[in-house]
């Protein structure tokens, strides 16, 4: 059953976050814990940064995930964007979904061929991590804010690991296990829907290498 309170909070997360945007590989990282992503996002630049902060190897989850296209850091265009952002932690405004469930978010940018991949990693202290990532999936699944609300709902209910994917096919999202207490998410988006050239089990396969890589 879908409670008024969660929704409101997502709805608020809608029309107050900004879509983050924005990392390489740091094998033999440390687990990902709450407050361990929460320190990581505090000491991202309020301009943002032009590496990822978080251990994701772009180049090894696409060939993990069986595809052939040059991928690394950064988009596509180099165009000055800051590779990652943050929000949350320290930066959290009262009232923000971040505050109120105390938590942060990491937004790194990669390329994979002609694609832009956005990887949104969340965590809170309590369980619905994945809420504030509302106004990311309303972005880039091209989506309405019911549709984003209905598919956070359903990313927020599944096991930890468990893959859900967008009707759009272009973004997925997996809760992940965290080191101690808390709740935390992590979200891909890969280009556009209708456009993109990765297929629904490449976006699985790929968000699967992903978090791999961070637990």
């Known amino acids: 059953m879908t409670h008024t309170r969660p929704r409101l909070t997502i709805a608020a997360a809608l029309t107050a976050a900004a879509l983050m945007?924005?990392?390489?590989?740091?094998?033999?990282?440390a687990p990902l814990s709450l407050n361990s992503l929460t320190e990581i996002a505090d000491g991202v630049p309020k301009a943002?940064?032009?590496?990822?902060?978080?251990?994701?190897?772009?180049?090894?989850?696409?060939?993990?995930a069986g595809l052939d296209a040059k991928a690394g850091p950064g988009p596509v265009q180099d165009d000055d964007a800051p590779v990652a952002t943050a929000e949350g932690g320290k930066r959290a405004k009262a009232g923000e979904a971040l505050a109120v469930?105390?938590?942060?978010?990491?937004?790194?940018?990669?390329?994979?061929g002609q694609e832009d991949v956005q990887v949104h990693t969340v965590a809170t202290r309590e369980?619905?991590?994945?809420?504030?990532?509302?106004?990311?999936?309303s972005s880039l699944a091209s989506t309405s804010a019911d549709d984003?609300?209905?598919y956070?709902?359903?990313?927020?209910?599944?096991?930890?690991?468990?893959?859900?994917?967008?009707?759009?096919?272009?973004?997925?999202?997996?809760?992940l296990k965290l080191e101690g207490d808390g709740d935390a998410a992590v979200l891909v988006g890969a280009?556009?829907?209708?456009?993109?050239?990765?297929?629904?089990?490449?976006?699985?396969?790929?968000?699967?290498?992903?978090?791999e890589q961070v637990q």
């Not at 945007?21 to 990282?29: I, L, M, P, R």
């Not at 990313?155 to 893959?163: I, L, P, Y």
């Open 21 to 29: 945007t924005g990392c390489q590989s740091d094998s033999g990282a």
């Open 48 to 64: 943002g940064a032009k590496t990822c902060p978080l251990p994701y190897d772009m180049t090894e989850a696409a060939k993990t």
């Open 101 to 112: 469930n105390p938590g942060a978010l990491v937004s790194c940018t990669f390329h994979i």
């Open 127 to 137: 369980r619905h991590a994945v809420y504030p990532l509302a106004p990311v999936v």
């Open 148 to 150: 984003a609300i209905r």
């Open 152 to 175: 956070v709902e359903k990313a927020d209910a599944a096991k930890a690991g468990e893959v859900v994917i967008t009707d759009t096919g272009n973004v997925a999202t997996v809760r």
């Open 191 to 211: 280009g556009q829907p209708g456009t993109t050239s990765l297929d629904r089990k490449q976006i699985s396969d790929l968000t699967e290498a992903l978090v």
